[in-house]
């Protein structure tokens, strides 16, 4: 939600700017002689339609826009037509608009939303100003990376790292038992929703205090309040939840956009006996532990666990713990603030997903659940 006045050619501008910037934002997906390949086209000049809702009565804008959302949300994406990624302006007021931006996941992740901020934030006042474009030249593009990996996927260090996680869950890995409204059907449909969560300033600001006096973090916390959860909900003692990692461990990467993000299966052995503090230690051994073996692809690793297929959950994880922290995100850009709207797709990847993002002074966050097996109120 953008608030203060909006000078539409510098948007659109600053929009097209980024695109050629970012070779990921120009990428298709097409298919080869040898499968899916990466395609980037050298130039895209993206739409981005306006809808004026002024026209209807101020008690109507509100709704009207959700439905519009809602249904840019659901629309699929041809893989093989640029771009993948959808971008729309509401107008609600004068000085009062929706910029609405979704992508495909294979090109994105969350970082690159950190780093759409961080050049709107330089790129949009700039062309306001008649100024030329700020930023410089990336040093690697998304394509690099691709290529690298691919040749890393056949090295020594892979195979460490492999073994890392082979070692760690080895032995009988018990899917995640929780009790559910529904029985659990023969194949995920990936339906889902999800339940807001907001923590206010005072307890954001408990749980810093908590962490600190553990010698751990924010994330760490509330990823052991989330074990702590799942534990007596199912009375398992012996846990995997799945977390992301940004995946760009060159400074070279941090400015590139693309999908970098891994996901780690964090394994944890309860102890029912011990306090929250003992616990939380033991979260922050497993955390520390994973963030040391961080690149092996997810998929990878199910393959080389080999697992039985099962359709009925997700492989190896069937909980997800997210934590963004966004106080870095530039409040504006140029004469225009900012204020996060709350969409969610509604879809689930797994059978329940927690995740916060973290802003100076309050936590915002969500229950994702798996609306195969439970209700709204359940969640």
Same mark, same amino acid.
């Given at each position: 939600?953008?608030?203060?006045?909006?000078?539409?050619?510098?948007?659109?501008? !600053?929009?097209? !700017?980024?695109?050629?910037?970012?070779? &990921?934002?120009?990428?298709?997906?097409?298919?080869?002689?040898?499968?899916?390949?990466?395609?980037?086209?050298?130039?895209?000049?993206?739409?981005?339609?306006?809808?004026?809702?002024?026209?209807?009565?101020?008690?109507?804008?509100?709704?009207?826009?959700?439905?519009?959302?809602?249904?840019? &949300?659901?629309?699929?994406?041809?893989?093989?037509?640029?771009?993948?990624?959808?971008?729309?302006?509401?107008?609600? %007021?004068?000085?009062?608009?929706?910029?609405?931006?979704?992508?495909?996941?294979?090109?994105?992740?969350?970082? /690159?939303?950190?780093?759409?901020?961080q050049e709107m934030a330089a790129l949009y006042p700039a062309f306001c100003e008649g100024r030329p474009d700020p930023l410089p030249p990336l040093a690697i593009e998304y394509g690099d990376f691709a290529a690298w990996q691919r040749q890393w996927m056949q090295g020594e260090e892979l195979q460490r790292q492999l073994d890392h996680w082979l070692s760690r869950l080895q032995? *009988?890995?018990?899917?995640?038992?929780?009790?559910?409204?529904?029985?659990?059907?023969?194949?995920? /449909?990936?339906?889902?929703?999800?339940?807001?969560?907001?923590?206010?300033?005072?307890?954001?600001? !408990?749980?810093?205090?908590?962490?600190?006096?553990? %010698?751990?973090?924010?994330?760490?916390?509330?990823?052991?309040?989330?074990?702590?959860?799942?534990?007596?909900?199912? %009375?398992?003692?012996?846990?995997?939840?799945?977390?992301?990692? @940004?995946?760009?461990?060159?400074?070279?990467?941090?400015?590139?956009?693309?999908?970098? &993000?891994?996901?780690?299966?964090?394994?944890? !052995?309860?102890?029912?006996?011990?306090?929250?503090?003992? &616990? +939380?230690?033991?979260? @922050?051994?497993?955390?520390?532990?994973?963030?040391?073996?961080?690149?092996?692809?997810?998929?990878? +690793?199910?393959?080389?666990?080999? +697992?039985?297929?099962?359709?009925? *959950?997700?492989?190896?994880?069937?909980?997800?713990? /997210?934590?963004?922290?966004?106080?870095?995100?530039?409040?504006?850009?140029?004469?225009?603030?900012?204020?996060?709207?709350?969409?969610?797709?509604?879809?689930?990847?797994?059978?329940?997903?927690?995740?916060?993002?973290?802003?100076?002074?309050?936590?915002?966050?969500?229950?994702?659940?798996?609306?195969?097996?439970?209700?709204?109120?359940?969640?």
């Amino acid at each position: 939600r953008l608030h203060g006045p909006l000078n539409l050619a510098a948007f659109e501008q !600053a929009l097209r !700017a980024m695109v050629q910037r970012q070779p &990921v934002l120009r990428t298709a997906i097409e298919q080869g002689e040898a499968g899916a390949v990466q395609y980037i086209h050298a130039t895209l000049e993206p739409e981005l339609p306006l809808e004026d809702l002024t026209r209807l009565p101020a008690d109507e804008r509100e709704a009207w826009l959700q439905r519009r959302i809602d249904a840019l &949300v659901a629309e699929p994406f041809d893989l093989a037509t640029p771009p993948l990624f959808r971008a729309q302006l509401f107008r609600l %007021g004068e000085e009062e608009h929706v910029f609405f931006f979704m992508t495909h996941h294979i090109i994105w992740d969350g970082w /690159s939303f950190d780093l759409l901020y961080q050049e709107m934030a330089a790129l949009y006042p700039a062309f306001c100003e008649g100024r030329p474009d700020p930023l410089p030249p990336l040093a690697i593009e998304y394509g690099d990376f691709a290529a690298w990996q691919r040749q890393w996927m056949q090295g020594e260090e892979l195979q460490r790292q492999l073994d890392h996680w082979l070692s760690r869950l080895q032995g *009988r890995l018990e899917p995640l038992e929780l009790p559910a409204d529904r029985a659990r059907p023969a194949r995920m /449909s990936g339906a889902g929703d999800t339940e807001w969560i907001e923590l206010p300033s005072a307890r954001l600001d !408990a749980v810093r205090a908590l962490a600190r006096q553990a %010698g751990t973090t924010a994330f760490m916390v509330l990823l052991t309040a989330y074990y702590v959860l799942l534990h007596r909900l199912g %009375g398992q003692r012996d846990l995997i939840v799945s977390t992301p990692v @940004r995946g760009r461990d060159a400074v070279e990467l941090e400015p590139v956009m693309g999908f970098f &993000v891994n996901a780690l299966p964090l394994r944890l !052995a309860l102890d029912p006996q011990a306090g929250f503090l003992d &616990v +939380l230690r033991a979260v @922050r051994n497993v955390v520390l532990d994973a963030f040391g073996c961080p690149d092996v692809p997810f998929e990878h +690793l199910v393959k080389a666990l080999r +697992l039985p297929r099962d359709e009925s *959950r997700p492989p190896l994880a069937q909980a997800m713990f /997210s934590y963004q922290d966004v106080r870095g995100r530039a409040p504006g850009w140029g004469e225009l603030r900012h204020q996060r709207l709350e969409v969610f797709q509604r879809g689930s990847a797994y059978d329940l997903g927690l995740w916060f993002v973290e802003g100076e002074h309050a936590l915002i966050g969500g229950m994702s659940y798996n609306t195969d097996l439970f209700e709204p109120a359940t969640a």
